[in-house]
């Protein structure tokens, strides 16, 4: 069982930035391959980011590639959303993942946590 909890959501303007944080507890942090997914109003949740267990390797959603940068820190059982030019179609509530592979966590993850709402204004 590992336990999510995301923060670093608000309020920014459109080319503003934000970090989103994903705490976990529970089971061996580093045994789980750890994603970021969106949902905005009236639209079916999506994948944003996944990175590996090392985080030898990270994946991103064509919407937000080159834009944000997913990572972790096994250390501090963390993972991180680096969100920067933020345009007003990134608003949505954004959750933490959690699976023991990269094909279950960018599909239908294992573990979520309870989200985090960003909205950028234009």
């Known amino acids: 069982q590992v336990q999510l909890v995301e923060s670093g959501g608000g309020l920014v303007q459109a080319g503003g930035s934000l970090r989103l944080s994903c705490a976990a507890s529970?089971?061996?942090?580093?045994?789980?391959?750890m994603g970021w997914f969106r949902q905005a109003p009236g639209k079916e949740r999506e994948f944003v980011a996944a990175?590996?267990?090392?985080?030898?390797?990270?994946y991103y959603a064509d919407s937000v590639k080159g834009r944000f940068t997913i990572s972790r820190d096994n250390a501090k059982n963390t993972v991180y959303l680096q969100m920067n030019s933020l345009k007003p179609v990134d608003t949505a509530v954004y959750y933490c993942?959690?699976?023991?592979?990269?094909?279950?966590?960018?599909?239908?993850?294992?573990?979520w946590g309870q989200g985090t709402q960003v909205t950028v204004s234009s």
């Open positions: 993942a959690a699976a023991h592979t990269i094909v279950v966590v960018t599909t239908t993850p294992t573990y």
């Open positions: 529970g089971q061996t942090f580093s045994s789980y391959v």
């Open positions: 990175i590996t267990w090392r985080g030898g390797s990270t």
